[in-house]
């Protein structure tokens, strides 16, 4: 156990780190906002480039893990939709929500954590899981929110507007511009290869501290809410740390019986808290952010010893 907690407390710390320094003013109100544009636009975005311009086409192409987290990910988020909607939530509200329960935190979170008990190995999954959860959950909610407030609009203008957004984000962006160029033969420039390093190295870091950041200013929302609010927030809660890893390792397991150490990858990416992408996307759209972030607030919390448990279960 102490093993365990002594991988996990080196990227909890920085969390800590983050939180404590928003608490005690070392770093303002704008601070989690402008690290956070640092690491969307420049950090992540050159570590997926990296990671992606060296890897092969055929060892991208994991159709198993691909199916799985995909799965996983989409059947979670619909399970959490069709409950809202029953529940009377706007179709806009309970997509946002839906996002919040499925979305994992695999570029603040995953990244660090997964190199740590992995090593660079962990790299290429926890690039796909990212671009499915970016690209596929977002593109999906997108469209959704998108048919609530413009259904006026014809479908495919729609889903024109939806792929658009989501193929403008550096996190969508970066990993495709990497691929074209794997699959192009050439070699980095030894300049280029070091800028990619310096600037990747700062992704993990710098993403967990602006989480921290993050949650300081989530709390005192957390402190302001509701009881239904807060109610939502514990259920989605559950839903992402204990519903998502059980229905992804039943289908990686189980379904279609993958590689052990892949399965094992897949069952932590999908055990990550949620990250802040939806608590974004409820902020782009007006919707009401504040179960968005209670979520974020409790999974990242709670996290520490659910992450611990299953670390401990996979040794």
Known sequence: MLQTLSILLPVFALIAAGFASRKAGVLGPNAASELSRFVIWLALPALLFDIMAHTPWEVFWQGTFISVYLLGTLGVFFVILLWRR?????????????????????????FPLLLLVFGESSLLPTTIASIIVVCVLFALAIVLIESELHAHKALPQRIGQALLSVFKNPLVFAPLAGLSFSLSGWALPHGIETFLDLLGAAASPAALISLGLFLADALQKSEQAGVGARRTAWQLTTLKLIGQPLLVAWLALWVFEMDRQWAMMAILLAALPTGTGPYMLAEFYKRDAVVTAQTILFSTVLSLFSLTLILQLMT
């Open 86 to 110: 029953w529940q009377g939530a706007p179709l806009a509200c309970a997509s946002v929500d839906g996002v919040a329960g499925a979305y994992s935190n695999t570029g603040y979170v995953g």
